[in-house]
């Protein structure tokens, strides 16, 4: 397995072209362990698929893509619950890699399973979507089908909300995967496979 760390901020370099105007001024964007250790975790992983709860504006599918500097096809999941952001984030991620990109409008909390192309699956997997403990759970449950042995699920938000990081460790000892905590800006879990 991998030790990933953060290669700095690239907020104002490779991530730039991509950055909102609301968000210029974001602490969490300008953050030396956050994207840049999205970035560094592309870099290492070298994915051909990469799966996303959570979208927004794809500043961390961004980041990975960037990173690894290779063309992942892209299967992304947002409610657009805070603002219309998936036609954006498509259009971004789309001009960063060779590779299909598909966002589609979901509340993953009225799904079962997630819709993805025949045979997609994802070496990196992203579950940035619902905060609550039930809605994490539940999203990690949707995102293990498109897991391979090489597969990463990166958990975001561990310490912001402190109350998912046991479960996040519970749920990956029941289903037989290990975990790495790094002490990024909100806290990042990596669950991962020998």
Not at 59 to 88: K, Q, W
Not at 157 to 186: C, I, M
Request: glycine share 8%; with cysteine.
């Amino acid at each position: 397995m991998h030790k990933f760390e953060t290669v700095g901020v690239i907020s104002k370099t490779v991530l730039a072209p991509f950055v909102q105007p609301k968000d210029r001024w974001q602490d969490w964007l300008h953050h030396p362990f956050y994207y840049g250790l999205y970035y560094d975790i592309g870099k290492k992983m070298q994915p051909r698929g990469i799966a996303e709860i959570g979208v927004r504006f794809g500043y961390s599918a961004l980041s990975m893509i960037l990173g690894s500097g290779c063309d992942p096809d892209f299967v992304g999941f947002d409610g657009e619950f805070y603002e219309t952001s998936n036609d954006i984030a498509t259009a971004s991620i789309g001009s960063a890699t060779k590779g299909s990109c598909i966002i589609s409008k979901v509340d993953t909390n009225k799904v079962d399973s997630l819709q993805v192309p025949e045979g997609f699956m994802a070496d990196i997997i992203h579950v940035d979507g619902d905060h609550e403990v039930p809605g994490l759970l539940h999203d990690l449950s949707l995102v293990l089908p498109l897991a391979n042995e090489r597969s990463i699920i990166i958990v975001d938000d561990t310490s912001h909300f402190p109350l998912l990081a046991q479960p996040t460790d519970d749920f990956a000892e029941s289903n037989g995967w290990k975990v790495d905590t790094y002490d990024s800006l909100r806290g990042t879990k990596v669950l991962y496979r020998d």
